[in-house]
C-alpha cells in the first residue's frame, strides 16, 4: 500500500511499512527503526519527517518511506558480511545509513555525489544520526563514526555517470549498487559494468524500479527464464544479466553536467584496516605474518615421512610480506590460500553446476515469497472489493436524496416566483380596474380604453411567461437529466448485468399494475362517446343535439 505508511513518529512509520507488505526482511526492519528519517529530511521539513511523500528544499531531495523500503529489500543484503555498496546519487545519506546498519562494521560504503550543498547535508545528517567525525581528503569526505558497529562512509563528489571502471575500487567492482536518481537504458548499460559477478544492481530506469543481477559469463547459452524478453528490452541488458520489474515509480533524472571523471580509491591493505577485509583474507594474512616471525627451524620430535614434514618458518620476512599484502585487493582469497599452501581453509571455487543449484535454491525461495505477496495481495483486492461495494450503496443512496433534496428546493423556488407574480399582477390589474372604474371627469373615455387595453396585454404577457418559465423549467430538467446520465452513464456500465434482471422483474411488476388498473378504468371511468349518426339514424336523437362526452380523472 504505497502512500499509506505515514505516521507521527518512525515507530509508527516502521510499524506500517511492515503491515502494508513494504518492509518483509526481519533485519531490514530493525535498520529502518535504529535509523530514524528526522535526521535525514531537508531543513524546515521536520515535522513532515515521517509522512510517506518525498520532500525537497533546493537541491536537497529525499524519496517516500515506500520507495527506499522496496529498493532495500530488493537488493538482498546480507548482515554483517564483507559486501562492498555504492550509491550513485547519494543525496541525503539515508540509505547510506541503513545500508550500513545492516552490513555491519566489515563492509565498503561508497557514495557518489554532485552538489556541495547535498553533501554538506549528508554529513551533517548521518552525524546527527550516530556521533561521527569527519575526514577531508581531497574530494572524499569520509565519515568515521563512534562505536565499532558502524562502517565508515565514503562520500566522493563526482558525478555517478562518469565513474571510470578501469581505475580504482571499480575494477573488480560492487557487490550491490543503489541508483538515487532516473537514468535511462544507456546510462543503465554503463552503471551495470561497476557491478561484480553476482551482484545486484537497483534503481529506476525511466519510470520504473528495476532490479538487475549480474549472473556472469556462465549464464552465457542458458535458456532465458520467463519475462526475460521483457526485461532485456526495458533495461537493454545482454545475456549476462538479468533484470526485473519491481513498480512504476517517477524520479527525477541524474544530472549529466557537469562532466567529471569519478574515480573511487580502492583500499590498500595494512593491519589497521584488516577487519574491512573477508574473513578468508583475513585469517591468510594472519598466517602468514605468524610465519614470518619464525627465525629458526622446529625441531620435529620424530622423523616424519616426507609427506608429512614441513616448515614453519616462511620464505620471506615480514616486510617483505608486508608489502605483497598491500598489492592484493579483498577478493584475492584464492591467491593468498595458494601463498599459504593452506587451501583446506577455504572454500572451492564453485563450478557452473554448484552455482545453477544455489541460483536454484534462491529462486525457490524467491517464488515461495512471491507466492506468499500474491496471496496476501488477493486478501487485500477482495477487502477493497468489499470496501468498494458498500461504499457505492452508500454513494447511490445518498445520490438519491440528493436528487430529491434538489428537486424539492427546485419546486419550491419555482412556486414562490410564480406567487409574487400573480400578486404583482394582481396588484397592477387592482391599479387598472381603479382607473377605469373613476368617473368622467377624471379620466377621458380614451384613457379607459387605453387601460382595458393595457389590461389585456398585461395578461397576454402574463400567460406568455408562465408558459415560457414552464418550458425553460422542462428543458433545463431534461438537461440536467441528461447531464447526470452523462456524468453516471461509466458507472452504470459496470452495473448493467446486476440489475438487468432487477430491471426486468420491475419491468413485468409495472406491466401487471398497468393492466389491473386499465382493465377496472375501462369498467369503471371511460370514456363515453356518442355515435350521432347512429343515434340520428334509430330515430334516438335529432341532428343538431350536441354530443355529450364523459372524460374520466386518468385523463385529466
Same mark, same amino acid.
Given at each position: 500500500?504505497?502512500?499509506?505508511?505515514?505516521?507521527?513518529?518512525?515507530?509508527?512509520?516502521?510499524?506500517?511499512?511492515?503491515?502494508?507488505?513494504?518492509?518483509?526482511?526481519?533485519?531490514?526492519?530493525?535498520?529502518?527503526?535504529?535509523?530514524?528519517?528526522?535526521?535525514?529530511?531537508?531543513?524546515?521539513?521536520?515535522?513532515?519527517?515521517?509522512?510517506?511523500?518525498?520532500?525537497?528544499?533546493?537541491?536537497?531531495?529525499?524519496?517516500?518511506?515506500?520507495?527506499?523500503?522496496?529498493?532495500?529489500?530488493?537488493?538482498?543484503?546480507?548482515?554483517?558480511?564483507?559486501?562492498?555498496?555504492?550509491?550513485?546519487?547519494?543525496?541525503?545519506?539515508?540509505?547510506?545509513?541503513?545500508?550500513?546498519?545492516?552490513?555491519?562494521?566489515?563492509?565498503?560504503?561508497?557514495?557518489?555525489?554532485?552538489?556541495?550543498?547535498?553533501?554538506?547535508?549528508?554529513?551533517?545528517?548521518?552525524?546527527?544520526?550516530?556521533?561521527?567525525?569527519?575526514?577531508?581528503?581531497?574530494?572524499?569526505?569520509?565519515?568515521?563514526?563512534?562505536?565499532?558497529?558502524?562502517?565508515?562512509?565514503?562520500?566522493? *563528489?563526482?558525478?555517478?555517470?562518469?565513474?571510470?571502471?578501469?581505475?580504482?575500487?571499480?575494477?573488480?567492482?560492487?557487490?550491490?549498487?543503489?541508483?538515487?536518481?532516473?537514468?535511462?537504458?544507456?546510462?543503465? @548499460?554503463?552503471?551495470?559494468?561497476?557491478?561484480?559477478?553476482?551482484?545486484?544492481?537497483?534503481?529506476?530506469?525511466?519510470?520504473?524500479?528495476?532490479?538487475?543481477?549480474?549472473? &556472469?559469463?556462465? =549464464?552465457?547459452?542458458?535458456?532465458?527464464?520467463? &519475462?526475460?524478453?521483457?526485461?532485456?528490452?526495458?533495461?537493454?541488458?545482454?545475456?549476462?544479466?538479468?533484470?526485473?520489474?519491481?513498480?512504476?515509480?517517477?524520479?527525477?533524472?541524474?544530472?549529466?553536467?557537469?562532466?567529471?571523471?569519478?574515480?573511487?580509491?580502492?583500499?590498500?591493505?595494512?593491519?589497521?584496516?584488516?577487519?574491512?577485509?573477508?574473513?578468508?583474507?583475513?585469517?591468510?594474512?594472519?598466517?602468514?605474518?605468524?610465519?614470518?616471525?619464525?627465525?629458526?627451524?622446529?625441531?620435529?620430535?620424530?622423523?616424519?615421512?616426507?609427506?608429512?614434514?614441513?616448515?614453519?618458518?616462511?620464505?620471506?620476512?615480514?616486510?617483505?610480506? /608486508?608489502?605483497?599484502?598491500?598489492?592484493?585487493?579483498?577478493?584475492?582469497?584464492?591467491?593468498?590460500?595458494?601463498?599459504?599452501?593452506?587451501?583446506?581453509?577455504? =572454500?572451492?571455487?564453485?563450478?557452473?553446476?554448484?552455482? /545453477? *543449484?544455489?541460483?536454484?535454491?534462491?529462486?525457490?525461495?524467491? @517464488?515461495?515469497?512471491?507466492?506468499?505477496?500474491?496471496?496476501?495481495?488477493?486478501?487485500?483486492?477482495?477487502?477493497?472489493?468489499?470496501?468498494?461495494?458498500?461504499?457505492?450503496?452508500?454513494?447511490?443512496?445518498?445520490?438519491?436524496?440528493?436528487?430529491? /433534496?434538489?428537486?424539492?428546493?427546485?419546486?419550491?423556488?419555482?412556486?414562490?416566483?410564480?406567487?409574487?407574480?400573480?400578486?404583482?399582477?394582481?396588484?397592477?390589474?387592482?391599479? /387598472?380596474?381603479?382607473?377605469?372604474?373613476?368617473?368622467?371627469?377624471?379620466?377621458?373615455? &380614451?384613457?379607459?380604453? @387605453?387601460?382595458?387595453?393595457?389590461?389585456?396585454?398585461?395578461?397576454?404577457?402574463?400567460?406568455?411567461?408562465?408558459?415560457?418559465?414552464?418550458?425553460?423549467?422542462?428543458?433545463?430538467?431534461?438537461?440536467?437529466?441528461?447531464?447526470?446520465?452523462?456524468?453516471?452513464?461509466?458507472?452504470?456500465?459496470?452495473?448493467?448485468?446486476?440489475?438487468?434482471?432487477?430491471?426486468?422483474?420491475?419491468?413485468?411488476?409495472?406491466?401487471?399494475?398497468?393492466?389491473?388498473?386499465?382493465?377496472?378504468?375501462?369498467?369503471?371511468?371511460?370514456?363515453?362517446?356518442?355515435?350521432?349518426?347512429?343515434?340520428?339514424?334509430?330515430?334516438?336523437?335529432?341532428?343538431?343535439?350536441?354530443?355529450?362526452?364523459?372524460?374520466?380523472?386518468?385523463?385529466?
Amino acid at each position: 500500500m504505497a502512500w499509506r505508511s505515514s505516521g507521527t513518529n518512525n515507530t509508527e512509520m516502521v510499524d506500517k511499512l511492515k503491515r502494508f507488505g513494504v518492509i518483509t526482511s526481519e533485519h531490514v526492519e530493525e535498520a529502518f527503526r535504529r535509523v530514524d528519517r528526522k535526521f535525514f529530511v531537508p531543513a524546515g521539513n521536520e515535522t513532515l519527517a515521517h509522512s510517506d511523500q518525498p520532500l525537497k528544499e533546493g537541491n536537497v531531495h529525499i524519496s517516500a518511506p515506500h520507495i527506499y523500503g522496496s529498493a532495500i529489500e530488493a537488493l538482498d543484503l546480507v548482515p554483517n558480511s564483507c559486501t562492498s555498496f555504492l550509491n550513485i546519487g547519494s543525496g541525503t545519506g539515508y540509505v547510506s545509513a541503513i545500508v550500513a546498519d545492516i552490513l555491519g562494521p566489515n563492509s565498503l560504503n561508497y557514495g557518489v555525489e554532485l552538489h556541495d550543498d547535498v553533501i554538506g547535508h549528508c554529513k551533517a545528517s548521518l552525524a546527527k544520526w550516530r556521533g561521527a567525525s569527519v575526514n577531508e581528503n581531497g574530494n572524499i569526505s569520509t565519515i568515521n563514526f563512534m562505536d565499532d558497529d558502524t562502517p565508515d562512509v565514503h562520500i566522493i *563528489k563526482g558525478n555517478g555517470l562518469n565513474i571510470l571502471k578501469s581505475e580504482g575500487e571499480s575494477v573488480v567492482g560492487y557487490d550491490r549498487i543503489y541508483i538515487g536518481a532516473a537514468v535511462d537504458s544507456a546510462e543503465l @548499460t554503463n552503471i551495470t559494468k561497476l557491478l561484480s559477478p553476482g551482484g545486484i544492481l537497483v534503481g529506476p530506469v525511466e519510470d520504473e524500479l528495476v532490479k538487475v543481477i549480474r549472473t &556472469g559469463v556462465i =549464464a552465457q547459452g542458458l535458456e532465458d527464464d520467463e &519475462g526475460s524478453d521483457e526485461a532485456a528490452s526495458l533495461s537493454g541488458l545482454n545475456e549476462e544479466f538479468t533484470s526485473q520489474l519491481l513498480s512504476g515509480v517517477r524520479f527525477a533524472p541524474l544530472a549529466m553536467l557537469p562532466v567529471i571523471y569519478t574515480i573511487i580509491p580502492s583500499n590498500v591493505w595494512n593491519p589497521s584496516i584488516r577487519r574491512f577485509y573477508p574473513n578468508e583474507h583475513r585469517c591468510a594474512s594472519m598466517a602468514l605474518l605468524m610465519c614470518s616471525n619464525s627465525e629458526i627451524v622446529q625441531p620435529l620430535p620424530r622423523v616424519p615421512t616426507p609427506d608429512e614434514r614441513f616448515n614453519a618458518a616462511a620464505m620471506l620476512p615480514k616486510s617483505i610480506w /608486508l608489502e605483497i599484502l598491500s598489492y592484493t585487493h579483498r577478493r584475492c582469497k584464492y591467491i593468498i590460500a595458494f601463498m599459504c599452501a593452506d587451501t583446506d581453509r577455504f =572454500a572451492p571455487e564453485q563450478n557452473e553446476t554448484d552455482f /545453477l *543449484k544455489r541460483r536454484l535454491r534462491e529462486e525457490k525461495a524467491k @517464488t515461495a515469497k512471491a507466492e506468499r505477496a500474491r496471496r496476501e495481495a488477493e486478501a487485500r483486492c477482495l477487502a477493497a472489493e468489499r470496501e468498494r461495494a458498500v461504499y457505492r450503496l452508500l454513494a447511490r443512496r445518498w445520490q438519491s436524496r440528493l436528487n430529491a /433534496l434538489l428537486s424539492q428546493q427546485q419546486e419550491s423556488e419555482q412556486g414562490e416566483s410564480e406567487q409574487y407574480q400573480h400578486r404583482a399582477a394582481e396588484d397592477l390589474f387592482n391599479l /387598472l380596474d381603479a382607473g377605469m372604474g373613476q368617473n368622467n371627469n377624471a379620466v377621458l373615455v &380614451g384613457d379607459r380604453s @387605453t387601460l382595458a387595453g393595457l389590461r389585456s396585454l398585461m395578461q397576454g404577457e402574463l400567460s406568455g411567461v408562465n408558459s415560457e418559465e414552464e418550458e425553460d423549467s422542462s428543458s433545463e430538467d431534461d438537461g440536467e437529466a441528461i447531464e447526470m446520465e452523462e456524468d453516471h452513464s461509466d458507472e452504470e456500465e459496470g452495473d448493467a448485468e446486476e440489475d438487468a434482471n432487477e430491471d426486468e422483474d420491475l419491468l413485468e411488476f409495472f406491466a401487471d399494475e398497468n393492466e389491473s388498473v386499465t382493465s377496472g378504468r375501462d369498467r369503471n371511468n371511460s370514456v363515453v362517446m356518442e355515435d350521432v349518426e347512429d343515434l340520428v339514424a334509430t330515430g334516438q336523437r335529432s341532428a343538431d343535439q350536441p354530443r355529450t362526452v364523459s372524460v374520466s380523472s386518468y385523463d385529466l
